[in-house]
């Protein structure tokens, strides 16, 4: 059957960028962070055009977006909601799984497009490690709804070995678009 049309605007922010490749060193990882991120994102932000959604990019390509810039484009755009992508990492080898972080103060709202966005992991068998609050600086510095999803972690070896497979990521960006399209049908 066909998709139903989703109205709304979002904000799709790869994190990293530029002279800023993210997580490093980058564990087991042959892509840097920017790129699976950019490569999820901008997956993430064509399924929402074809869905009615007016999406916001805050960068399309290989540059330096600053954090406050980041924050910027949300409240210009008056987004209904903000979501930064990223690929984590950690000291424990052990860790993995996709993580959605919402601000330490999140709305309701928030917190709201989170679970749909879990929801929609843990439905296509993603592995997940829930809802986290941080004070991750492009969650705080704007009054949009908004959430950051760590994709998974590069320093473990099937995470990073999945998000090195553009299939995955295609998949990952499927998944993670019918979340925010859930989210803003409800």
């Given at each position: 059957p ?8 979002v904000v799709?922010?790869p994190?990293?960028?530029?002279n ?17 991120n950019?490569d ?11 869905r009615?959604?007016r999406?916001?990019m805050t ?12 924050a910027?484009i ?12 990223h690929?984590d990492s950690?000291?424990?080898k052990s860790a993995?799984g996709l ?6 103060r999140?709305?309701t ?14 439905r296509a068998?993603i ?6 609050t ?8 704007h009054?949009r709804?908004a959430?950051?999803i ?5 320093t473990?070896?099937e995470?990073?070995?999945?998000l090195n497979?553009?299939?995955y990521?295609?998949?990952l960006?499927?998944?993670?678009a019918?979340?925010?399209a ?5």
């Amino acid at each position: 059957p066909p998709r139903q049309l989703v109205r709304g605007v979002v904000v799709i922010d790869p994190g990293h960028g530029g002279n800023d490749p993210g997580t490093w060193p980058r564990g087991i990882s042959a892509l840097p962070e920017e790129a699976i991120n950019l490569d999820i994102g901008v997956q993430v932000a064509h399924h929402l055009t074809q869905r009615g959604v007016r999406v916001v990019m805050t960068r399309g390509s290989d540059t330096y977006v600053s954090l406050d810039r980041r924050a910027d484009i949300a409240d210009r755009a008056l987004a209904n909601l903000f979501v930064s992508i990223h690929a984590d990492s950690a000291h424990r080898k052990s860790a993995s799984g996709l993580t959605v972080h919402i601000h330490t103060r999140a709305t309701t709202t928030s917190q709201k497009a989170a679970r749909c966005i879990l929801e929609s992991c843990r439905r296509a068998g993603i592995e997940t490690r829930g809802m986290l609050t941080n004070n991750f600086h492009v969650l705080r510095e704007h009054e949009r709804p908004a959430v950051l999803i760590e994709c998974g972690f590069l320093t473990n070896r099937e995470d990073a070995i999945r998000l090195n497979s553009s299939s995955y990521r295609a998949t990952l960006a499927t998944v993670i678009a019918e979340g925010i399209a859930n989210f803003l049908s409800q």
